[in-house]
């Protein structure tokens, strides 16, 4: 079993099975996959981390799916009923589906209708009348019309009663029987219709009923429905809005078989010759269809549907989460930040370079206190109190009256000769108040007010969006769609992935990190976190590696697999800064060696490492591959693979979207990415949306590949709504090409929905008329 799952991811993956192989070792013993993608490139052929993330997906999918298998050989074996051919059938089933559909004629049941017809002995009626269409139903019927009704209730007393049971008997073998169901399944999927329409008993005005607007009356080929499209129409469906169901690709003509029943007949090999019990053979085959085939295959194909649909969500999410994670951070720098409310007034907390808190105040410059002379003094003496560097301001409520008072304060500061001024920077506070109200924030921020912590996660998150977002539940950065729709444990894993992957990928400072962020350390749990930060409280900073071993709970295989991914800076061992494992330290020996000279003198010398060739330095456990991310280490020593940190200038004429004009063109922020365009932060308190048309003069497939969240873009306004507050923005800064979409670019973007506020709980507004609006038409039913 083992030798065939192997054999089936290489082939997926397209690898060696070899490479395949070790990685299934190295995972089955404990390894984690940033590990593995790191520091065992030797024994896996140099697999990626996305590369191991989808081989470890589909290893546990193939080893549930041989679980199952064994269980449902041996539930047909205790029945008695496994044949060879059987056997082989089962063998060969590639996909849990396949499997399910030969096991279902074998598969205990409740007692049905054909059941019953069995147990009467109708079972010879209904095999002579399929074998033989010139039989006369009727006549042969009669000799199967029971005197009275049975002991169980079963009444075949007339003619009429033992035709549908042997119809029933007929039916369910037909349903059951898998060289029937799975071409049927398939052309469904590939020729048939999503047809959605409103449920009549809903007032199409009524905002929770008119978001799905667009699917009052949709219909689309299943198979080529987008994510976004389809996860918004079954919520309109589990809403009960609207009535999903499944439709043939042509109606039939009154008293005319579907398509579905004529593809049923040739598939049962059988066709109406106007022999005497063709006619009822007709009417067994439309009852197969309508009663037992139709709703099972619109309830698999729609299942089918909502686990492409969530994939591709989870997808979206996870990327977008990555982009998040791995954003430019601003650096070691006193932060203030800034939590914008009106009447409950600024919050404002100042950490210095390394995330510590050292003040808090809470400021009211609007309504009603309007303490707008007061505020600016508090703050500036904050700013040269703390000597603040940049000011991190929420993007929630009131972020764009407090953008002005940050500007205001500037000013202020500038004419008080302070030099340079602070920069002030918007920062998304997706998930701050869940992080000022958890656990987590109350053990590290204990004599701080919940509502003063929000501002030290938007301070401390402009520093470092990485160590500070690890902090939040994934699903509350707000940069997932329809996250409520989905597989919530397959969203949790996917998510928990991500985390871990860009943890690792940047390291984290053993001295100074959170448990929260050592705890997505590779080898690292919760338990161990804390007590590398009780070490450290009890101990002091760690000078080494190697003192790891005294914490308690982290032994040897522990310490393998965290010890690469933690940075010690300014340490006894130089080496312990950079991304060179400790097991690897013997070849940095033999390095030095040959370079004669120290490993200070060689740290960060591209032109000492740059003439060493790797070759000289494998032996039997360290190959090339080793040597070389060694030799790179090296030259740049515990750097950071995210990138340089930029912020985008607002236009400092333009504060709200009444103030936006078609053909402005402004600087922003992309704040999250969808299949259907990418979302931009320009200022106004309102994210504008590029579609996928807008993003560059040419086909673009996914957004993706063309921005990413994080990125500072230059767009041009298209259209502006200022009632329903949407803003239509493009990339293609030419004025002739961002001026018009491309027929048919709204197909893309259809949906229930509406533009995606700024903050992730509000409201959605209802879908706009017009044909680019249509693009704002999957959110509205997807941020929720």
């Known amino acids: 079993m083992q030798a065939t799952i192997v054999e089936r991811i290489a082939a997926e993956l397209g690898v060696r099975p070899v490479q395949v192989q070790a990685a299934v070792d190295l995972l089955d013993g404990g390894a984690t996959v940033p590990f593995i993608a790191r520091y065992r490139k030797e024994a896996t052929g140099g697999l990626d981390d996305t590369q191991l993330r989808l081989l470890q997906q589909r290893l546990d999918y193939l080893r549930e799916l041989e679980e199952r298998r064994a269980a449902v050989l041996r539930s047909i074996e205790e029945q008695g009923k496994l044949t060879p051919a059987l056997r082989a059938a089962l063998a060969a089933a590639a996909t849990k589906q396949e499997l399910e559909d030969l096991y279902l004629p074998y598969k205990p049941k409740r007692r049905t209708k054909a059941q019953i017809a069995r147990e009467a002995g109708l079972t010879p009626l209904a095999d002579a009348l399929w074998a033989d269409p010139t039989l006369d139903p009727a006549v042969a019927a009669q000799a199967y019309v029971k005197a009275a009704v049975g002991d169980d209730g079963s009444d075949f007393t007339t003619v009429a009663a033992v035709l549908d049971g042997a119809r029933d008997i007929l039916a369910e073998r037909w349903a059951e029987d898998a060289a029937i169901v799975q071409p049927l399944r398939a052309w469904l999927w590939d020729e048939g ?126 990327a977008n989460l990555r982009d998040l994670l791995l954003a430019a951070p601003a650096g070691a720098r006193p932060t203030m930040g800034l939590d914008p409310g009106i009447r409950t007034g600024v919050k404002v907390a100042v950490v210095d370079a390394t995330g510590k808190v050292v003040d808090t ?49 500037l000013q202020r500061l500038r004419a008080q000769g302070v030099q340079p001024p602070p920069t002030k920077v918007m920062v998304s506070e997706a998930g701050a108040s869940v992080y000022s109200a958890s656990e987590l924030a109350a053990q590290e921020l204990p004599d701080l007010d919940v509502s003063l912590r929000g501002a030290v996660s938007i301070a401390r998150r402009l520093q470092d969006p990485l160590a500070e977002l690890v902090k939040i539940d994934p699903k509350s950065v707000g940069v997932g769609q329809y996250q409520h729709d989905v597989d919530q444990a397959a969203l949790a894993r996917t998510l928990d992935a991500v985390v871990e992957d860009c943890v690792n990928a940047v390291g984290v400072d053993l001295n100074t990190a959170s448990a929260a962020l050592l705890a997505r350390v590779s080898g690292l749990t919760p338990a161990t976190a804390r007590a590398v930060v009780r070490w450290r409280d009890a101990h002091g900073a760690f000078r080494r590696r190697q003192q790891l071993l005294q914490v308690t709970g982290i032994g040897p295989k522990t310490f393998e697999q965290c010890a690469g991914f933690l940075r010690i800076r300014g340490g006894e061992e130089p080496l312990d800064m950079t991304g060179v494992h400790p097991e690897a330290y013997p070849v940095v020996q033999r390095i030095l060696a040959a370079a004669g000279q120290p490993i200070e003198a060689v740290l960060g010398r591209r032109d000492v490492l740059r003439g060493l060739a790797p070759e000289r330095f494998t032996d039997e456990r360290f190959g090339l591959p080793t040597v070389r991310d060694i030799l790179a280490e090296l030259e740049k020593p515990g750097r950071d693979p995210r990138p340089e940190f930029r912020v985008a200038r607002f236009d400092d004429a333009v504060h709200d979207i009444t103030d936006l004009k078609a053909g402005m063109v402004l600087e922003g922020t992309v704040t999250n990415v969808a299949q259907f365009g990418a979302f931009v932060d320009i200022g106004v308190h309102q994210d504008g949306l590029v579609h996928v048309s807008q993003l560059a003069n040419r086909y673009v497939a996914d957004a993706r590949s063309v921005v990413k969240v994080g990125d500072v873009v230059r767009v041009r306004v298209l259209e502006v709504d200022v009632a329903r507050r949407r803003i239509a923005l493009s990339l293609r800064l030419d004025a002739d090409a961002a001026g018009s979409t491309p027929a048919g670019a709204s197909g893309g973007a259809r949906g229930g929905a509406g533009q995606r506020p700024r903050h992730p709980t509000r409201e959605p507004q209802a879908a706009a008329p017009t044909a680019l609006a249509a693009a704002f038409a999957r959110v509205q039913a997807g941020r929720r």
């Open 361 to 409: 105040a809470t400021v009211y410059p609007f309504e009603p206190r309007r303490d707008l002379e007061g505020t600016l003094a508090t703050l500036a003496a904050l700013v040269q109190r703390h000597r603040v560097e940049l000011i991190a301001i929420g993007n929630g409520t009131a972020s764009r009256e407090t953008d002005r008072l940050a500007a205001e304060l």
């Open 193 to 318: 219709l999503l047809r959605s329409r409103r449920v009549d008993t809903t007032n199409p005005e009524d905002p929770e009923v008119a978001k799905f607007r667009d699917y009052f009356e949709h219909d689309e080929p299943i198979a080529r429905v987008p994510s976004h499209r389809a996860l918004a129409m079954l919520r309109g469906r589990a809403q009960q809005v609207l009535d999903v169901r499944l439709a043939q690709p042509d109606e039939p003509l009154p008293g005319q078989p579907s398509q579905a029943e004529q593809r049923l007949a040739r598939l049962l090999g059988w066709q109406h010759q106007g022999r005497a019990a063709d006619d009822w053979l007709r009417r067994c085959v439309a009852w197969t269809w309508r009663v037992k085939l139709s709703l099972a295959i619109e309830r698999d194909l729609l299942a089918r549907l909502r686990e492409q649909a969530e994939a591709v969500a989870i997808q979206v999410f996870g």
